[in-house]
């Protein structure tokens, strides 16, 4: 079944295809052009002068958990810092929650974000921290989404020695996760694993053929950018904190800059210095870092309002950011865009514009949503 969209009123393809019309054929794009050119489709749909962008890809969440961090968040708003120490409270929640009750947990935040033009998202394992739970974590994200993390370096579980952990993470607790997932993350960072820890987890996992990630500099300058882009990862995540030296050495790799601003702000920490690593030439991705903890939103135009608003990006590079960097993030190539054979991921706005998206903060603009070419809002 083809499908052609005209009414366009402004279309963000990410690609040099531009036009006020296209056609959705299956699950792909197969024309993008100006609407009197168009080809002949079973179904037409006028989006009447909406703006049409890729569907975003959140390339960075955590949605396989229990249990709820309500208190922390404000003892946060009261002034306590954030230091990571309630992911063991949500690791307590996971590993006492039934198979049913997490994937109940992945398939309403799931379904949460599509209703925001979310089409595309990676989900992590890491509240589980023992062979049992990171497995299950890993098959029951594996249910809901396309792009799986194992995360079993997340953090040390309370009373446990660090190495004896990271032995056991990158020896059986890889072995059992390793395939039911694409890539391999590690929380590099002061207070869980340092640049020899997270060195050898990922460099097991890149020898079992996954992927790597980084949770890398949220807390202050350390070494996940640099361990990172000497390692080739896909991405490193958080980069609330760089050097000099480390924005120039992500702009001189093809390691994404994934920016999480919605967890910047709910710790109360600076947000990341977009507009310096756009300058230097970094690939940045934006994402929303859903999770109980630092970050319980799953709305990327809330990221996008915040990256353009308060981290000096224009939208464009916002919306590019939130779509096609996420979609390089995740090593894609048919996502994140709108090109001839691309994955049919389109999110219509309420608005004529992308401008909107920070020009109106906080109003929800989700007009229609397809994803892989069915029209599911």
Known sequence: MSVLITGIGEL????????????????????VGPAAQAPAADERVDVEGRAVLPGWVDSHTHLVFAGDRTAEFGARMAGEPYTAGGIAVTVGATRGASDEQLSEVVRKHVAEALRQGTTSLETKTGYGLNVRDEVRSARIAGEHVEEVTFLGAHLVPPGEDADTYVDLV???MLDAV????????????KGAFDYDQSKAVL????????GLRVHGNQLGEGPGVRLAVELGAASVDHC???????VDAL??????????PACDLSTRQSLPP???????????????NCNPGSSYTSSMAFCVTTAVLQMFMSVEEAVRAATLGGARALRRDDIG????????DLHVLDAPSITHLAYRPGVPLTHGVWKSGDRVI
């Open 337 to 344: 865009v709108i090109r001839v054979g691309a994955r049919a």
């Open 203 to 210: 460099t097991a996992a890149a020898q079992k053929g996954l």
């Open 251 to 260: 702009a001189s790799s093809d390691t994404v800059a994934t920016l999480l």
């Open 12 to 31: 963000t393809t990410n690609t040099d295809e531009t036009g006020d019309a296209l056609v959705v054929d299956g699950d792909r794009i197969a024309w």
């Open 170 to 172: 990158r020896g059986e």
């Open 274 to 288: 977009a507009r310096a690593l756009l300058d230097a030439g970094a690939t940045v991705a934006l994402a929303s």
């Open 240 to 246: 609330t904190y760089l050097s000099s030296a480390d």
């Open 178 to 189: 390793a395939p039911l997932v694409r890539w391999a993350d590690v929380f590099c960072e």
